[in-house]
C-alpha cells in the first residue's frame, strides 16, 4: 500500500472452523507461527463489501465501493498478533491488480453480489481471475441474537480483534500492515451456505467440525501503509 486508506466494511459474515495448528502451520510463510485459541487454530470465510474505499483524509464520497471475499488465519510473529490472508477475491480489477502490486496481498478478481432482503445478507462470489483455481461461495446469512462487544467474548477476540496483517513480498520479504477501528459489535449468526469451493480451492480439505458463525453491520477503518517487518514497531 504506497498510502494509507480509509474505508467502511459493512455486512460481515465470520465463519470460523477449529482445525488441527499443523494444518494452517503447512501453507504459512517461515516467519509466522500459528495463533491458537483452546489448542486449534481457526480458519475463517468473510464475505462483506467494501465501502467508500479512499485514501486518508479525501471525504466518503470520493471512494468505491469494493464486494470482497477472504478465507484468512491467525498467526503470531515475533509474539505480536495478527492475520494472514490465504486469498481475497474481490469484484474491481483495478483495485485487485492494485492490491497485489503494492500490498503484497494474494486478491482475485471475482464476480461478486451481496444484496439485502427483509434483514438477510444474500452474497455471491465466483473467481474470474486468469490462471488461478476457480472458487465460488454462495450464502444468505443473517444476525439471530442480541448484540455484544467482541472484547467481552474469549473466542470472538481472538478471531476479530487484531490490529495488523502479514504478507510475503515476492522477494520473501515478510511485511505488515496496521489496520485501526473501534471494538467490533458482533451477532451470533446463521448462514444458510448454498455454495462453497473456497477452502478445496486454496488447499484445504474441509473441516469436520461445524463452523461458528459471527454477523456484523460493520465499522469503519483506516489502515496504513506496508512496511516490512524488520522496521516494527515503527509507526503503523
Same mark, same amino acid.
Given at each position: 500500500?504506497? &498510502?494509507?486508506?480509509?474505508?467502511?466494511?459493512?455486512?460481515?459474515?465470520? *465463519?470460523?472452523?477449529?482445525?488441527? $495448528?499443523?494444518?494452517?502451520?503447512?501453507?504459512?510463510?517461515?516467519?509466522?507461527?500459528?495463533?491458537?485459541? #483452546?489448542?486449534?487454530?481457526?480458519?475463517?470465510?468473510? $464475505?462483506?463489501?467494501?465501502?467508500?474505499?479512499?485514501?486518508?483524509?479525501?471525504?466518503?464520497?470520493?471512494?468505491?465501493?469494493?464486494?470482497?471475499?477472504?478465507?484468512?488465519? =491467525?498467526?503470531?510473529?515475533?509474539?505480536?498478533?495478527?492475520?494472514?490472508? +490465504?486469498?481475497? #477475491?474481490?469484484?474491481?480489477?483495478?483495485?485487485? %491488480?492494485?492490491?497485489?502490486? +503494492?500490498?503484497?496481498? $494474494?486478491?482475485?478478481?471475482?464476480?461478486?453480489?451481496? !444484496?439485502?432482503? #427483509?434483514?438477510?445478507?444474500?452474497? %455471491?462470489?465466483?473467481?474470474?481471475?486468469? !490462471?488461478?483455481?476457480?472458487?465460488?461461495?454462495?450464502?444468505? =446469512?443473517?444476525?439471530?441474537?442480541?448484540? +455484544?462487544?467482541?472484547?467481552?467474548?474469549?473466542?470472538?477476540?481472538?478471531?476479530?480483534?487484531?490490529?495488523?496483517? +502479514?504478507?510475503?513480498?515476492?522477494?520473501?520479504?515478510?511485511?505488515?500492515? !496496521?489496520?485501526?477501528? #473501534?471494538?467490533?459489535?458482533?451477532?451470533?449468526?446463521?448462514?444458510?451456505? *448454498?455454495?462453497?469451493?473456497?477452502?478445496?480451492?486454496?488447499?484445504?480439505?474441509?473441516?469436520?467440525?461445524?463452523? &461458528?458463525?459471527?454477523?456484523?453491520?460493520?465499522?469503519?477503518?483506516?489502515?496504513? &501503509?506496508?512496511?516490512?517487518?524488520?522496521?516494527?514497531?515503527?509507526?503503523?
Amino acid at each position: 500500500m504506497v &498510502v494509507p486508506l480509509e474505508m467502511g466494511w459493512r455486512h460481515l459474515l465470520f *465463519e470460523n472452523w477449529p482445525v488441527e $495448528p499443523s494444518v494452517v502451520d503447512a501453507h504459512l510463510p517461515d516467519a509466522l507461527t500459528v495463533d491458537v485459541h #483452546d489448542g486449534h487454530a481457526w480458519l475463517s470465510a468473510v $464475505p462483506f463489501t467494501n465501502v467508500a474505499v479512499r485514501p486518508r483524509r479525501l471525504p466518503a464520497r470520493a471512494g468505491i465501493r469494493l464486494p470482497e471475499l477472504n478465507l484468512r488465519t =491467525y498467526v503470531t510473529c515475533d509474539g505480536e498478533p495478527g492475520v494472514y490472508f +490465504f486469498t481475497l #477475491d474481490a469484484q474491481g480489477l483495478l483495485s485487485v %491488480a492494485g492490491a497485489r502490486l +503494492f500490498q503484497h496481498l $494474494p486478491y482475485r478478481y471475482a464476480r461478486i453480489s451481496l !444484496g439485502l432482503d #427483509d434483514g438477510r445478507v444474500r452474497f %455471491a462470489s465466483r473467481r474470474r481471475h486468469p !490462471g488461478e483455481r476457480p472458487a465460488r461461495y454462495e450464502a444468505t =446469512y443473517w444476525p439471530t441474537g442480541e448484540p +455484544f462487544a467482541a472484547p467481552e467474548d474469549p473466542l470472538a477476540e481472538f478471531l476479530v480483534e487484531r490490529y495488523r496483517f +502479514f504478507t510475503e513480498s515476492p522477494d520473501g520479504t515478510l511485511r505488515y500492515t !496496521g489496520v485501526e477501528h #473501534d471494538p467490533w459489535t458482533l451477532y451470533p449468526a446463521t448462514a444458510d451456505v *448454498e455454495t462453497d469451493t473456497l477452502l478445496t480451492a486454496e488447499g484445504f480439505a474441509r473441516p469436520d467440525a461445524d463452523p &461458528v458463525y459471527y454477523y456484523s453491520p460493520g465499522l469503519d477503518v483506516e489502515a496504513a &501503509v506496508s512496511r516490512p517487518w524488520s522496521e516494527y514497531p515503527g509507526d503503523a
